[in-house]
């Protein structure tokens, strides 16, 4: 967490809330590799060539997968987006030019292999074996809701901006 280097409130917020979107994230990505699993508990997905049949057999979810990989990736309007723009913002204001530049190449870096990822779902066609059709209610109850807040962030942002200073005013005590 670069900017909790410089110290500042600004830095200690920024940082506390790419943490917490990026525990929602990863909290939906999980969620939707662990919803595929056989009636014995062993794991469906085993490679990305096994996520292909997610494609025709759950469009929905496939889709608000995508848009994880997309927000892991840092594209706007997602709320990956945001918590990357504002780690930015608070590293320019704290005149730590060195971490922003090397955040961005990173960054960069990162999105190419987040797009590599969604081509090979959707736009490499091979044969992708789905041993089942049902999944898990509890996932599917954390990949909507997680995705919920990942795509409409702007509009939960008050709130987390809330909870996020009220966690920063405790730490001062």
């Known amino acids: 967490m670069a900017p909790i280097q410089t110290g500042d409130f600004l830095a200690i917020h920024t940082s506390l809330l790419y943490l917490l979107v990026y525990f929602l994230l990863v909290l939906n990505f999980f969620s939707f590799l662990f919803a595929f699993q056989l009636p014995n508990r062993l794991l469906v997905l085993v490679s990305t060539n096994d996520l292909r049949f997610c494609v025709s057999t759950h469009p929905y979810l496939s889709m608000l997968f995508c848009c994880t990989l997309f927000s892991f990736a840092g594209l706007p309007p997602l709320a990956g987006f945001f918590s990357k723009l504002w780690i930015l913002l608070s ?26 990822f969604i081509i090979n779902l959707y736009f490499k066609f091979s044969y992708s074996f789905a041993p089942i059709t049902q999944i898990s209610g509890n996932s ?20 987390i901006n809330y909870w996020i200073l009220v966690a920063i005013q405790d730490l001062k005590l």
């Open 91 to 116: 590293l320019f204001w704290a005149d730590a030019y060195f971490l922003a530049i090397i955040l961005l190449f990173t960054s960069s870096i990162s999105v190419f292999f987040y797009l590599d």
């Open 140 to 159: 599917v109850f954390l990949i909507y809701l997680t995705s919920f807040i990942n795509i409409f962030f702007i509009v939960i942002f008050p709130l």
